[in-house]
């Protein structure tokens, strides 16, 4: 399988006069309460308009570094809580 190389740059799709450019930024984000920065995080930015797209590939990498699971161990396989609807919309009840 050939590996794609990506485009140095190429037409903003959002205001379709700028030129959109690979670049390293610092990105912001919050979790809960607490505003998470990182740096030299890639993304695209249009030179005009400001327009930016983040890396997929980076996004995800982030999305499981700040979840709160990573690195837990599965739940152990003992008996299955039963959830059942209590009818009044509140949330599901465990037996």
């Given at each position: 399988m050939k590996k794609t190389k990506s485009p140095e740059s190429y037409p903003c799709r959002e205001c379709q006069a700028g030129i959109v450019r690979s670049q390293y930024i610092t990105y912001f984000t919050w979790l809960n309460e607490e505003l998470?920065?990182?740096?030299?995080?890639?993304?695209?930015?249009?030179?005009?308009?400001?327009?930016?797209?983040?890396?997929?590939?980076?996004?995800?990498?982030?999305?499981?570094?700040?979840?709160?699971?990573?690195?837990?161990?599965?739940?152990?396989?003992?008996?299955?809580?039963?959830?059942?609807?209590s009818g009044d919309g509140t949330l599901p009840a465990v037996e």
């Open positions: 998470i920065t990182v740096p030299n995080f890639p993304a695209w930015i249009c030179n005009l308009c400001g327009k930016r797209e983040y890396d997929q590939r980076a996004i995800s990498w982030l999305s499981t570094l700040l979840n709160p699971d990573t690195g837990k161990s599965p739940k152990s396989k003992g008996k299955p809580h039963s959830y059942h609807r």
